[in-house]
């Protein structure tokens, strides 16, 4: 069991230093990441500025929150991997050939075909990911409640 409470551990870290990462370079550019929510058209223009910098304050936040077990980040994690695989699958459905925005105008994905694709199925790996963390403290939750099980008055 030990080697599944690692795994989870190993999870949280690198989900949160992977959000942490993503939202800290949008924040350095917040117009480049305007312009590429831009490019998806679902935002009216007096939204999409503010946006560009609340999302990824929300990852900077979740990322952190998430490598410090502190409850309601993984719900947050869960929350905006959950927004971008709609935003994604939005872009996949309507054929938009553009950048993902996931890491700022540095992306690697940027330079190549904009593989909404690829990036819808990292998010789809990084939610499944997110859902054995869930489920793991699920299954310490159950575990501590039957060693130490509370009494009827």
């Not at 599944?4 to 117009?31: H, N, S």
């Not at 409850?71 to 054929?95: E, H, N, P, R, V």
């Not at 996931?102 to 789809?124: M, P, Q």
């Amino acid at each position: 069991m030990k080697i599944l409470d690692g795994v989870c551990t190993l999870l949280r870290w690198v989900t949160g230093i992977i959000f942490i990462y993503a939202g800290g370079v949008k924040l350095l550019e917040p117009r480049v990441f305007a312009t590429l929510i831009e490019a998806y058209g679902i935002l009216p223009d007096t939204f999409i500025l503010p946006v560009a910098v609340f999302l990824p304050l929300l990852e900077v936040v979740g990322g952190i929150g998430i490598i410090f077990n502190i409850k309601g980040s993984l719900s947050l994690i869960a929350g905006l991997i959950l927004l971008f695989l709609l935003i994604l699958g939005y872009g996949i459905t309507m054929g938009l050939d553009v950048d993902c925005g996931c890491f700022g105008s540095g992306d690697s994905e940027s330079k190549a075909f904009h593989g909404l694709k690829a990036v819808f199925l990292r998010d789809l790996f990084m939610m499944a990911g997110v859902f054995y963390i869930f489920l793991w403290r699920r299954y310490q939750k159950n575990k501590s409640r039957e060693l130490f099980p509370t009494t009827a008055s």
